[in-house]
């Protein structure tokens, strides 16, 4: 199965900055997809980024202000967000997608982690 930690969120100013990070216990797959996606009240999920192969790709909401990233060494994604505004206010939600093994093409989603932009 897979486990997935989230943590990172919290309360921030408008423009200010938070970092969220997901960690993945999984054990014989190492070909994945991992990323992020929100959902804000009221509002369906919606896909923030995701990285595959060292490629990252983001929506266009955020693009720019937004930095997905993997831990070479883990099976770890961070997600980097400057310039925070009032609408990135959200649950964020980690996503795992396996690519192999006997897990694959299945989704796995973390707890969620809320983040609060305050005007």
């Known amino acids: 199965q897979v486990q997935l930690e989230e943590s990172g969120g919290g309360l921030v100013q408008v423009g200010g900055s938070l970092r969220l990070s997901c960690v993945a216990s999984v054990s014989r797959v190492n070909i994945y997809t991992m990323g992020w996606h929100r959902q804000a009240p009221g509002k369906q999920r919606e896909w923030v980024a995701d ?69």
Request: proline share 4%; glycine share 8%; hydrophobic share 30%.
């Open 51 to 119: 990285i595959y192969n060292g490629r990252p790709s983001y929506s266009d909401s955020v693009k720019g202000r937004f930095t997905i990233s993997k831990d070479s060494a883990a099976d770890a994604v961070y997600l980097q967000m400057n310039n925070l505004q009032p609408e990135d206010t959200a649950v964020y939600y980690c996503l795992f997608h396996p690519h192999n093994g006997r897990l694959r093409g299945r989704d796995y989603w973390g707890q969620g982690t809320q983040v609060t932009v305050s005007s």
